[in-house]
Structures are given as structure tokens and as C-alpha cells.
């Protein structure tokens, strides 16, 4: 059965088929022979009946005359019969008399199988009775011959049996067939049109099977068959798509990939990771994976390897390429696939992000212009110094040092001369610094130099210190070449000493900064070490600086007008003066702010300022009628102001927008401006000059102008300083002066205006020298608009 199970489903069926209608027909001729064997027993005790009637009477007659040989002769009759086994005939008293029994015969079945069909035909007894006169002769016993019984039964039912076998058989048979037809032969020519199906080819078959089977079970069957077909080609191609979408992601991938199995041997790589590693594939999957690393890197990568759990993890190592060390970021994920895990290793070239780290921590502490330490590594190398000098006995010093008016030779130079400057400024101090000395920019013209245990003595350790300043003062003092132009400088310099250090490193360079704000103040190109006493008026300074940032921010300033005169005590102008008056400290003089201003870089904005008022004033007194066309407004401009690009559009501006005739504006620059750049300074006042805008040279005779570069500026008005003027009177060489003035004014076709006329007397000595045009306390100060409209022009 299992051999026949195990084969095609129409032998399957045929087997069963059969096997059942054998089973159920034998079962069907049990059930007849069963029936027939009842319905015969009926009949064999009515044949056994009717036979023991026939011999009773003879036997009881037999038996009454004791006539023994009549009675087995009578039993002997009986045992004629095939169906009689064994006859026994017993007295009254139950002695035995005769019996008979059946000759040996062979039978097809055997006395067990017939005893238990027909058990219940055991024996049949009857009484021997004689009616006349009546008289019980005894009993007469017959066993029936069961087996011949039987045989005769089954030979009346085999050929019933037979036929019905035969029927049935054929009858599954013709089954088998039928079933064939509809189901296996339908279901082989599906399985092999399956199993010869291509790739996005349609479940074909014949016309017939359609024909036959549309609506059936194996109709539906095709229809299923050909949907998940359907369905399967759009998933493998979905598969594909995916899987060529993977193999694309993986080739094409900007990191590198590598796949490792359980045992770190590498199964895969893709192109990146072949251009990264410089080698094939073949040569990388015949690698071991820690060949490919350095040494330095592998220790650590292997420990993450092993213990890597599911979490992916990413790891700093470095490759070996080419006999060089390669930096790459590894992300390092682990995944278990049919029981056995696996090792994905995307890598990254960081080789330009550690490069730009290191380009970042060059600019973060590196100055980009100078290419020196910067002032955040300034600091950073002080504070390990204050953390080591705990115990240190020696001092330290930190030294600050800024080139005097840098931002005028910035500004007239343009800011490519200026950091060429710097550079040269820079490469000249290291070359007269040791090793151990740190120099640095701290910003701007501003450099810091770190000098570490430079001694125990205080007063040695200063003289040492003036000695090293006073070195590089003189590097500083020597010609730099700058662009085109040759330019000198000199630089200032404060200083300050420490060892056992209790303050930061902001308050120590706040201390060296203290002292070089000392230093300028005490007329520049010098050097002046910290004392505590600095610190008040660096504060001083300080909150100078913060008071000047609010009052330019708010526009806190106002405009006063000081009064020019003739020697006809006609009015000929005014010059603007700019006036602060802070709300905590009152009016503060120009002498004081001014320079301040310059120095922090808001002196344009001011100038700016200045400018835009006092033409809106005149504008205004023009419209109102009170100002004259012939008369000027002097307005002073300062060196760094005129030397900007934007100085020259900028009056431009303003003088269209408020209407102001160019011949009422009078600018007024310092002859130390000139010394600067003469060629791009003249350029610029012949401009203005072509403008219509009047120039005069304020503070004549405090310079240092030359008489040749003089004689070829476009200028229109010498002002004598009020310090000449001042002193006209009692010294002989302050008259000179003004003579000298007077007298080349003249031989320049010059105008000259003296300034600082406080008396009488000043005026007439001037007028006896032939300066006519004044300004001073003599003829009015400096006021407001409006009195200045009240006291000047409407009187």
C-alpha cells in the first residue's frame, strides 16, 4: 500500500478504488452468504425433520422387538444421506444400541470454519415412540455433516460472488478511468504546462481543457493557478527591480562596503571600497581583514568587532593604502541570517573632514593674515603657564606691542598694504625672538609676545625686559616694504610681570593692555610696564570708550559755531565744532574724546556726522535768508575720515542733498595728513577742489609739512595755530612764526586766518602784519545755532 501511495495520483485512486470495491463487494457476499446460510438452515432442519420422521416409527418398532440388525439397518439408511455425520440410537434406559457414521470424504472447508457458520446445527434428537401399543423405545441422535452442508452452500453462492466480484472490479475500474479523464489526465497536462512555463509567460493549455473543466473545480484551479502566476511574476520582478536596485545602491555607494562573515572573512565588496583601498575586489576578498589596517588601528577595531551586539556601533580607525595611513569612519552593524550572523562595514574617507578639522583648529587658533598664534592660543598657552608657575619662583612676562597710527596707513593705503604690513612686521620680530618666546596677533595691529621664566630679580628681570623691547622697537623702526611703498612705523609697547600668578589669564593681558594704553599716551614709539596704579585710568578709558560708543549710537552730540571774523569786524563764516556733553560728566572738550574716537575706529562715523549737521544748519540759515553765499563754514575733517574710499561720494552726497553751494563749505585737514600719502591726498583734494569746495590747513606751523609738497596743494587757507598766536606778544620767535606764515601765504596767493585772537591787541599786532581774518575768544566762542544767529548775524 505505502509503494502504491507513493506513486501518481491516478494510481493512488485506481489502488484505492479497487482495493474499496474488492473490499465492499467480498463484504456485500458475506452479507448474501450470510442471509443464504440462515434461510438454508431453515431448510436443513425441516430436510433433517422430515428424515428422522421417516425412520422414527421403524426404530421404535425395531427397538421394541429388540430387533437390532433392523435397527442398524435403519441407521445405516440415514447414513446414506452426505448431509448425516454420526446416528446414534439409545434405549429407554439410555444404553447405546446402534450407531452409524458417515465414510471418510474431503471437503473444501474445513470443520472449524463449518462449526462456526453453522454452530447453531449442532444435534437432533428425537424420541423413539410406539402409539399401539404405546411404548418409549429410546432416543435417536443425528449430527449433521456440516462441512458437506457448507460446500453445498458456497457452491450454490459462488458463482454469485464471483460475478458480483467481477461486476464490482469493473465497475471501479471504469471508474478509475472515468476519474482519469476528468481529473489526472486535465491535472498532468496543468502540472506540465507549468513545469514548462517560462518567465513572464501565460498559463496556456488546449481549447478542450477549457471546454470541459471552464467551470469546474480544476477550471478555478487554472484561474488560481494563472492569478498567483501573475502575481509571482510581479513579485519576482519586483524582487529583481530590487534586487538590481540594491546591487545599484551597493556599487554605486560613495562609502565602501564590506560584508564579512562569522568568521571575519570578507565575502563582498563594492567599487568604492575597491578606489579606497586602491585594489581589486579579488585581492581585498583574498585579504584578511586585518591586513588591510594598520596596526595602531586594528587592536582597537577587533575588541568592537567581538563585542559587537545588535546595535550598530561607528569606529575611528585608519586603512594601510599604499604604505600610508588612510583615516576612515567605520559604521560597524551586525545581522543573523538562517541562523548564522553576518558583518556589514560601511566606510568612510574622513581624510578631508580631518583636514578641514585641522584647517579649523588653524583657524581657530592660528591668525589667517599673519599665519601666527592667534589670541584664543595666546590665552590657552597662558593659562597652562599660570597652572604650572604655582610654585615657580622665576617671572614671566607678557608683552603688548601696537604699530602707531596703523589705521591711517590702513586706511590711505588700502587694507592689502596693511596686512602686507603686518606680515612684514610679523616676520621680522620672529627673527628676533627665540624659540621659546610666543608671539602671536591679538587683532588689528596688536601683537602679544609670551615670554616664559625670564628671571627671579625684579630689577634685572626689567632691565632685561626694556633691553628685549627696546629690540624690537628698533626691528619695528626699519623700512617695510609694502606693496609699492616703503613705509615707516614705530610701534608701542606695554608689559607686564608674574609668577606665582592668583589672576587669570584675562587679567593679566588686561594688565599688559593697561600698560600699553600708557605707553601711547605718553607719545607713542615708547614702552611702559604695569603698575597698579594703570588700572584706574584704564578704567578711566574704558568707560570713556563705552560713554563715546552711546553718545555716537543716540547721536548725543550737538554742533557749537565759533565765529569768523575780518578786519573790518565783518562776519566772513564760522568753523563747526563738535561738543559732547555726557549726562554724568558733563561737557567733555574734543582734545579729550577725539583721539579716543580715532583710536577705536568711530571717528568717521562722527566726521560723518559733524558734516550732514552742519550743512543741514547752513542749508537752513540759507533758506531762512540769514546766511550769506560768500561766507564759509569751516568743517574739520579728520586724516582717517579724508583717507576713506567712501569720504569723497559721501560729500558729494550731502551736497546735493541739502542743496549747499560748494563755495559756503570750507574743509579743513592737518598737515600731518600729508606726510601719509602725499600722491593719493593731493589726487583727492583736487577732486574736492573741482567740486567748488574750499580747503584749508588746519593748525599750520604744529607739522612737519614740507615747503616743496606745499607749493603744489590745492589749498586756499593757512590757519595759524592758536599756540603761535597766543604768544605773539611777548615772544620773538611765536612772531616770527606768523610772519614767516604771513609772508608765504602771500608769496602762495593764500588766504591766513589766525586762531586763538583772545585781546585787543592781538588783533591790531596781526592786522599791523597784514593778517586780516580771525577767530577767537577776542570776537566770540563757540555757541549754539540759534545764538549763534542772535549774537553774529542778526545783530
Not at 453462492?157 to 476528468?182: C, E, M, Q, R
Not at 568612510?348 to 587658533?365: F, N
Not at 600708557?518 to 578709558?541: C, I
Not at 542749508?619 to 575733517?637: C, D, F, H, M, Y
Request: charged fraction near 25%; glycine fraction near 4%; proline fraction near 3%.
Amino acid at each position: 500500500m505505502a509503494v502504491g501511495l507513493s506513486k501518481s495520483l491516478f494510481i493512488k485512486q485506481a489502488i484505492l478504488v479497487l482495493i474499496l470495491a474488492v473490499f465492499l463487494s467480498l463484504l456485500g457476499s458475506v452479507f448474501q452468504v450470510v442471509e443464504s446460510v440462515e434461510a438454508r438452515k431453515e431448510k436443513i432442519n425441516s430436510n433433517f425433520d422430515e428424515l428422522l420422521a421417516v425412520v422414527e416409527r421403524p426404530l421404535a418398532e425395531a427397538l421394541f422387538r429388540l430387533d437390532i440388525a433392523f435397527a442398524q439397518q435403519q441407521v445405516d439408511s440415514l447414513s446414506l444421506s452426505p448431509s448425516i455425520a454420526y446416528v446414534e440410537v439409545h434405549d429407554e434406559s439410555g444404553a447405546l444400541l446402534v450407531k452409524t457414521k458417515e465414510k471418510v470424504r474431503d471437503f473444501t472447508v474445513s470443520q472449524s470454519l463449518a462449526d462456526s457458520v453453522l454452530s447453531d446445527l449442532e444435534e437432533y434428537k428425537s424420541g423413539l415412540y410406539m402409539e399401539a401399543p404405546k411404548f418409549y423405545a429410546g432416543t435417536l441422535s443425528v449430527i449433521p455433516e456440516k462441512r458437506y452442508l457448507l460446500d453445498n452452500i458456497l457452491a450454490e453462492h459462488l458463482p454469485i460472488l464471483t460475478y458480483n466480484l467481477f461486476k464490482d472490479v469493473l465497475l471501479a475500474s471504469l471508474i478509475s478511468l472515468v476519474f482519469y479523464f476528468l481529473v489526472t489526465y486535465p491535472l498532468t497536462r496543468l502540472n506540465d504546462a507549468l513545469s514548462t512555463l517560462g518567465r513572464n509567460a501565460k498559463l496556456s493549455l488546449p481549447k478542450s481543457f477549457f471546454r470541459y473543466h471552464q467551470s469546474d473545480e480544476l477550471g478555478r484551479l487554472h484561474f488560481t493557478f494563472s492569478q498567483l502566476l501573475e502575481k509571482l511574476n510581479i513579485a519576482l520582478g519586483d524582487l529583481e527591480r530590487s534586487d538590481s536596485h540594491n546591487r545599484a545602491v551597493i556599487e554605486h555607494a560613495a562609502d565602501g562596503i564590506f560584508l564579512l562573515n562569522e568568521n571575519y572573512q570578507i565575502t563582498r565588496v563594492n567599487a568604492a571600497a575597491e578606489h579606497l583601498l586602491k585594489m581589486s575586489s579579488e585581492d581585498i576578498i583574498s585579504s584578511s581583514l586585518e591586513s588591510l589596517f594598520t596596526v595602531s588601528s586594528w587592536g582597537g577595531l577587533s575588541k568592537v568587532l567581538d563585542g559587537l551586539q545588535v546595535m550598530p556601533q561607528t569606529f575611528e580607525a585608519a586603512y594601510q593604502v599604499e604604505g600610508a595611513a588612510l583615516p576612515v569612519e567605520i559604521r560597524i552593524a551586525k545581522y543573523t541570517i538562517k541562523d548564522k550572523f553576518e558583518i556589514l562595514l560601511l566606510v568612510r574617507d574622513v581624510s578631508e573632514r580631518k583636514e578641514a578639522e585641522a584647517h579649523i583648529h588653524h583657524l581657530a587658533y592660528y591668525d589667517s593674515v599673519t599665519k601666527l598664534p592667534n589670541r584664543q592660543y595666546i590665552i590657552e598657552q597662558l593659562d597652562n603657564l599660570l597652572s604650572e608657575t604655582e610654585q615657580q619662583q622665576e617671572y614671566s612676562a607678557v608683552v603688548f606691542m601696537d604699530i602707531d597710527r596703523f589705521k591711517v596707513i590702513n586706511d590711505s593705503l588700502g587694507h592689502s598694504v596693511g596686512d602686507q604690513l603686518l606680515r612684514c612686521v610679523a616676520v621680522q620680530i620672529s627673527k628676533q625672538i627665540s624659540s621659546d618666546i610666543t608671539l602671536a596677533r591679538m587683532g588689528g595691529d596688536e601683537f602679544v609676545l609670551l615670554l616664559k621664566y625670564f628671571g627671579s630679580d625684579r630689577s634685572q628681570v626689567e632691565q632685561d625686559l626694556k633691553n628685549f623691547v627696546e629690540s624690537i622697537q628698533f626691528a619695528c623702526q626699519q623700512v617695510k616694504q609694502a606693496g609699492n611703498h616703503d613705509v615707516h612705523i614705530t610701534a608701542s609697547f606695554g608689559a607686564t610681570l608674574f609668577k606665582n600668578a592668583d589672576d587669570s589669564a584675562e587679567v593679566i593681558l588686561k594688565q599688559a593692555d593697561t600698560a600699553l594704553y600708557r605707553a601711547k599716551e605718553s607719545g607713542r614709539n615708547t614702552f611702559s610696564l604695569y603698575e597698579p596704579d594703570m588700572q584706574v585710568a584704564s578704567d578711566a578709558r574704558l568707560e570713556m570708550e563705552k560713554a563715546l560708543h552711546n553718545a555716537t549710537e543716540r547721536k548725543l552730540f550737538e554742533l557749537y559755531y565759533q565765529p569768523q571774523m575780518n578786519h573790518k569786524n565783518e562776519l566772513i563764516g564760522a568753523e563747526a565744532l563738535i561738543r559732547w556733553k555726557d549726562e554724568h560728566r558733563g561737557f567733555i572738550s574734543p582734545a579729550e574724546f577725539i583721539p579716543v574716537a580715532e583710536e577705536i575706529g568711530l571717528i568717521v562715523e562722527i566726521g560723518e556726522w559733524v558734516l550732514e549737521e552742519a550743512l543741514s544748519q547752513v542749508a537752513t540759515w540759507l533758506k531762512e535768508g540769514k546766511w550769506q553765499k560768500s561766507w564759509r563754514i569751516s568743517i574739520n575733517v579728520s586724516p582717517i575720515q579724508f583717507q576713506q574710499i567712501g569720504f569723497l561720494p559721501m560729500l558729494k552726497v550731502l551736497l546735493e542733498k541739502h542743496d549747499v553751494p560748494p563755495a559756503c563749505v570750507d574743509l579743513e585737514i592737518t598737515e600731518n595728513m600729508l606726510l601719509n600719502d602725499l600722491s593719493s591726498s593731493l589726487d583727492k583734494m583736487n577732486k574736492i577742489k573741482d567740486l567748488g569746495v574750499y580747503l584749508s590747513i588746519d593748525d599750520f606751523g604744529t607739522g612737519y609739512s614740507s615747503l616743496k609738497y606745499l607749493k603744489s596743494l590745492p589749498v586756499d587757507r593757512l590757519k595759524i595755530d592758536q599756540s603761535f598766536v597766543r604768544d605773539l606778544l611777548t615772544d620773538k620767535s611765536d612772531e616770527a612764526i606768523v610772519l614767516a606764515v604771513i609772508a608765504m601765504a602771500n608769496a602762495l596767493n593764500m588766504n591766513v586766518l589766525a586762531e586763538g585772537v583772545e585781546t585787543l591787541e592781538h588783533h591790531n599786532r596781526l592786522e599791523e602784519i597784514h593778517c586780516y581774518n580771525y577767530q577767537g575768544y577776542h570776537f566770540g566762542r563757540p555757541v549754539p545755532p540759534s545764538q549763534f544767529v542772535t549774537d553774529f548775524i542778526s545783530k
